[in-house]
């Protein structure tokens, strides 16, 4: 006899039995939410580059294989909506608190110290509109619509940030280390 997950598990509707729907959402929201706060002060450490800004929004780009899955699928309009919503509203309060600037040879984020609130606020609006959507859309639409909500606000705060690195490396390139000097 063989165990796949889902008889280990016992899931039902994509959720391990015996668990409220409303307090797993509420779990796996907030590992979530610790997971991009820890990948968020990581990504802070170290010297932005172009590389740095353009691979997260082409590895998310990825996550639209899911509306292959007829489950995920919901009506353009709302995708397009969502979209909207992500680029247009939710991007601001990203693309307020945080910039670019040069330190020595390389060039860093500067987070105001708002950033991180701006990122819990974020998730919970996420979290409380998760709630409201699920009474009209099953988990897996709003996984979807929600997945495409933060792909706009993603792409548009990362466009800016490439735009913003451009502009200092093109104002105020890098000074020659010896062997850049040494070519010239």
């Known amino acids: 006899m063989s165990w796949s997950g889902a008889q280990w598990l016992h899931l039902k509707d994509g959720i391990p039995a015996g668990i409220p729907k409303p307090v797993f959402v509420a779990v796996v929201s907030l590992i979530g939410l610790l997971g991009v706060l820890a990948w968020r002060i990581r990504e802070g450490r170290s010297a932005v580059t172009v590389r740095k800004i353009v691979i997260p929004p082409f590895g998310m780009a990825t996550g639209f294989g899911m509306f292959l899955a007829p489950m995920f699928r919901v009506p353009l309009t709302w995708a397009v909506a969502a979209f909207g919503v992500g680029a247009v509203v939710l991007a601001y309060p990203l693309l307020l608190t945080s910039s670019l600037r040069r330190e020595g040879g390389v060039i860093m984020m500067k987070r105001s110290s708002a950033f991180f609130g701006v990122i819990v606020a974020l998730a919970a609006i996420r979290y409380f509109a998760r709630g409201y959507f699920d009474r009209f859309l099953t988990l897996e639409q709003t996984g979807g619509l929600f997945f495409v909500l933060a ?20 104002t105020n390139p890098a000074p020659a280390t010896t062997g850049e000097a040494a070519a010239e």
């Open 151 to 170: 792909f706009g606000m993603i792409l548009r705060w990362r466009l800016r940030l490439l735009s913003l690195y451009l502009e200092l490396m093109r």
